[in-house]
Nanobody, 122 residues
Framework: QVQLVESGGGLVQAGGSLRLSCVAS????????VGWFRQAPGKEREFVAA????????YYGDSMKGRFTIFRDDAETTVYLQMNNLKPEDTAVYYC???????????????WGQGTQVTVSS
């Protein structure tokens, strides 16, 4: 069982930036696809970004393109989500996910973190 732990959430003003981090206990992210998802109160979980191991391709949700970047450190011990130009509608709990997913749908990821809150004030 892989445990994921997110960090880096917080309160930021609109237009600001945050960098979320995700680490896995007991292993690296090598050979795993990694993704970020978010869920706002009263809304369904939403795809944010994914770095797919099988294709070495990164994908982003439509509203995140050009503002968010997913990347791993060289040792693949940490996955990051750099979020720039944040908007109030980005307010949500952000979850890290990992697994041998070949597609970006949440159901394809095996392991999930507990989430970190991101709040963007207007």
């Amino acid at each position: 069982q892989v445990q994921l732990v997110e960090s880096g959430g917080g309160l930021v003003q609109a237009g600001g930036s945050l960098r979320l981090s995700c680490v896995a206990s007991g292993r690296t992210f090598s050979f795993y696809s990694v993704g970020w998802f978010r869920q706002a109160p009263g809304k369904e979980r939403e795809f944010v970004a994914a770095d797919m191991w099988s294709s070495s391709t990164r994908y982003y949700g439509d509203s995140m393109k050009g503002r968010f970047t997913i990347f791993r450190d060289d040792a693949e011990t940490t996955v990051y989500l750099q979020m720039n130009n944040l908007k109030p509608e980005d307010t949500a709990v952000y979850y890290c996910a990992a697994g041998r997913a070949a597609r970006t749908a949440a159901s394809n990821f095996d392991f999930w973190g507990q989430g970190t809150q991101v709040t963007v004030s207007s």
